[in-house]
């Protein structure tokens, strides 16, 4: 079984204040994704990375930067955080190609005031 | 634009009823298609995927029926439990977009005993 944490999983926030979000998988896994999950919208895709060192722009990529230092740890950071960036925060890691399947972890939610 | 839409935000079924959810999708290169599960405050887990060389997948109560010229896929839930509540959500990649998969908006499934 993939497994993929989160931290931390709960996080309130000031409005400017910079804020990261961490993920890490323990199965090797190259493709590591963050999404956010809103109302409405379903899972959009923020940043994902290919492998160590790479990052790369998903579908709603402003305010948000990604960092990938290792094959286990991804990290999400919001430099500048606003209150149109409280959400719930999941990170996935994908293994084998083409088939659908993702490994979510717990997910982190985040409450900018 | 939306590239996956869910066009029912919730369906209510009743006890040993079939569940039927819908999802349509505009990008022709989608070859790969998915459905995950999400419990309130969990991660989303995934159901079944198919590829586009078939029409149709069974897995015990679940089958998915793919319509490639209508670009629009289905999950039919037979049997359907009050454990089967939760939110649905079809998904769609790309082969060679490295397992990027593009969620719909999700649909609420009530069962209802």
């Known amino acids: 079984e993939a497994a993929v944490t989160q931290s931390p999983r709960n996080k309130v926030a000031v409005t400017g204040g910079k804020v990261t979000l961490s993920c890490n998988q323990t199965?090797?896994?190259?493709?590591m994704y963050w999404y956010r999950q809103d109302t409405g919208h379903g899972l959009r895709l923020i940043h994902y990375?290919?492998?160590?060192?790479?990052?790369e722009k998903g579908d709603i990529p402003d305010g948000y930067k990604a960092s990938r230092p290792s094959q286990e740890n991804f990290s999400l950071i919001l430099e500048l955080a606003t209150p149109s960036q409280t959400s719930v925060y999941f990170c996935?890691?994908?293994?084998?190609?083409?088939?659908?399947?993702?490994?979510f972890g717990e997910g982190s939610k985040l409450t900018v005031l | 634009g939306q590239q996956v839409k869910q066009s029912s935000p919730s369906l209510t079924v009743q006890e040993g009823g079939i569940s039927i959810l819908n999802c349509d999708y505009e990008n022709d290169m989608f070859d790969y298609f998915a459905w995950y599960k999400k419990y309130p405050d969990n991660s989303p887990t995934l159901l079944i995927s198919?590829?586009?060389?078939?029409d149709k997948r069974e897995d015990g109560r679940l089958t998915v029926f793919l319509n490639k010229s209508g670009k629009h896929f289905s999950l039919h839930i037979t049997a359907s439990q009050p454990e089967d509540t939760a939110v649905y959500l079809c998904a769609a990649g790309a082969t060679g977009g490295n397992n990027k998969l593009t969620f719909g908006q999700g649909t609420v499934l009530s069962v209802i005993p």
């Open positions: 990375s290919y492998g160590a060192g790479s990052t």
């Open positions: 198919v590829r586009s060389n078939v």
């Open positions: 199965n090797n896994h190259n493709n």
């Open positions: 996935a890691s994908g293994g084998q190609r083409n088939t659908g399947q993702l490994y």
